[in-house]
């Protein structure tokens, strides 16, 4: 008998709607044949499934209802079916297509060489890119930390620098200050060794032309001065071929060439021209060389240097 | 005394030695003499279902120990599915003629009235019921390998005339007749059906 038919005739068997006659022969056949009772269960599957299905007709529905619907078992079961009916639509409208099914089917590549190659790029792709990511990213942080880090480190360098210059401004102003100072207090010694000069005159020397000297070349001779004991003050005078400037400054230093006096000076009317003449206080001086050095200020209000002298002192 | 009084068929009960007698009958060895014993079951099972018994299973005990008996009695079968085939339907006849049948067949007709409706909590105790069924089929299915849980979903789905023709590609695809898909989608139900009545007896419990 044809599948169909055979079908058909089970589910007339089930729903109670055949002859006495042919319903013993189903159920001889379906005792003692296994197979035949495998295709008895699959047609009550079938038939509960229409059922729930609303697939039966009226007639039908009602043997259903009326023959088969029997046992507590069979309720149970299409109750199930009804369930089993609902995961089904459930689970199939969001249908379940694996990803390597994806791929081929939209590549549309079937052969197991290309699908190799196909799968083995994917992989690739799938693990490389990540990766590509990951690293680029963790580059980008460094260069953006290492970037920041030079930002941070110029800015620094900036600020030290300006705190260099700002600290050699000090420097040099204070520099200046001292310099001030002391060529003030230099005019104030002047000041005070001239009001003593009219008590008791101080040994005085004369340099000479400075300027003439350095320009016979070679080494200056060092000129010899003896500061007498009880000596306070001890006058030199620097003549000038020429009074150019408004005012001169004079530098003494000692042989370690540390400035031990400096002073700020106008030219006196002296015997023969113009000179500066320059009062120093005796107690600088201990037996040994020095270097006297007389700048003029020019317009610009800068030191140019006029003379060296080079002094040979012996104390008394 | 007591044994020369004789023992009524309806008194008798199965005893070990009876019952090893019937597997014998059917098989040398004894596993596959059980197994034989199950399938003859199921379709004694089936064969009551089928011709409107409420309780088969009943009636396929009554069935089972009437054989068991006729053969400790000394009674020699040959085929004894066919043997128990031709009991079962004595059993029958005897249910469809017994007093009690009757009776149920009365009760049967008074509950089943159409004259009594279904309320809004039978409607709601129903939906409520068929909400842990379904709960209970999900949590069964997943004890399912995937691809056959995938399969039941792909079975079972509704698409009208394409049934027919994506069943016979499923069966093409596993190398099989549609005959044994559908045998085998028919043990994946029952599997099912059973997990989901003791989960839900299960459920009743809590």
């Given amino acids: 008998m044809p599948t169909i038919e055979l079908d058909k005739k089970l589910t007339r068997y089930l729903l109670g709607d055949l002859s006495e006659q042919e319903r013993i022969e189903i159920e001889d056949r379906y005792l003692s044949n296994g197979e035949f009772f495998d295709e008895l269960v699959v ?3 079938e038939l509960i499934d229409d059922c729930v299905r609303g697939k039966l007709s009226r007639k039908d529905r009602e043997l259903f209802e009326q023959n088969f ?3 507590a078992a069979r309720r149970e079961r299409v109750k199930s079916s009804r369930a089993l009916m609902e995961f089904a639509d459930m689970h199939a409208a969001t249908p379940h297509v694996s990803w390597w099914r994806r791929v081929r089917s939209a590549f549309k590549l079937e052969s197991p060489a290309m699908g190799f190659v196909l799968a083995t790029g994917f992989m690739m792709l799938i693990v490389g890119v990540p990766l590509v990511v990951i690293q680029m990213s963790k580059l980008r942080s460094d260069l953006k930390g290492l970037q920041s880090e030079q930002l941070a480190q110029n800015q620094r360098e900036k600020e030290l620098d300006k705190l ?3 600290q050699k401004q000090q420097n040099d102003e204070l520099n200046q200050a001292i310099n001030r100072e002391r060529a ?6 002047q000041e005070v060794a001239r009001l003593r000069e009219l008590q008791a005159p101080p040994p005085t020397f004369a340099l000479g032309f400075g300027e003439i000297e350095r320009s016979k070349g070679g080494p200056p001779e060092a000129m010899k001065l003896t500061v007498p004991r009880g000596a306070e003050v001890i006058k030199l005078r620097l003549d000038l071929l020429k009074d150019q400037y408004e005012n001169y400054l004079v530098v003494v230093e000692n042989a370690q060439q540390h400035d031990i006096w400096r002073g700020s000076l106008q030219a006196t ?3 023969r021209g113009k000179a500066v003449v320059v009062r120093l206080p005796s107690r600088l001086f201990v037996t040994g060389q020095y270097k006297l050095t007389l700048s003029g200020t020019n317009d610009k209000r800068e030191y140019e240097v006029i003379s060296d002298f080079n002094l040979d002192i012996t104390r008394k | 005394m007591m044994e020369d009084q004789p023992v009524y068929k309806k008194d008798w009960v199965l005893t070990g030695p009876a019952f090893d007698k019937l597997l014998a009958c059917l098989d040398s060895d004894l596993n596959e003499a059980g197994r034989k014993l199950l399938d003859i079951r199921r379709k004694l099972q089936k064969f009551f279902e089928c011709n409107r018994c409420p309780d088969p299973d009943e009636l396929v005990d009554m069935t089972i120990d009437r054989g068991a008996r006729r053969i400790d009695e000394g009674v020699e079968v ?5 043997y128990l085939t031709q009991i079962a339907r004595f059993v029958l006849k005897e249910h469809w003629a017994s007093p009690q049948k009757k009776m149920d067949e009365i009760e049967d007709e008074g509950s089943g009235s159409p004259l009594v409706a279904p309320t809004v909590d039978d409607a709601r105790n129903a939906k409520e019921e068929q909400e842990e069924r379904l709960e209970c089929l999900e949590k ?3 004890k399912l390998v995937p691809v056959e849980r995938q399969r039941v979903i792909d079975y079972y789905y509704e698409q009208g005339r394409a049934k027919i023709d994506k069943r016979k590609r499923m069966a093409a695809d596993l190398r099989i007749t549609l005959g044994n898909l559908r045998v085998r989608m028919h043990r994946t139900r029952e599997r099912l059906e059973e997990c989901i009545l ?7 419990r809590i």
């Fill in chain 1, 269 to 271: 009317k002296a015997e």
């Fill in chain 1, 69 to 71: 619907l029997t046992s």
């Fill in chain 1, 164 to 166: 260099v210059a700002q």
């Fill in chain 1, 184 to 189: 003030e207090r230099g005019e104030l010694e």
């Fill in chain 2, 78 to 82: 040959r085929e004894l599915p066919s």
């Fill in chain 2, 140 to 142: 069964c299915s997943g």
């Fill in chain 2, 198 to 204: 003791d989960c839900l007896s299960n459920k009743k």
């Fill in chain 1, 43 to 45: 047609a009550e599957d």
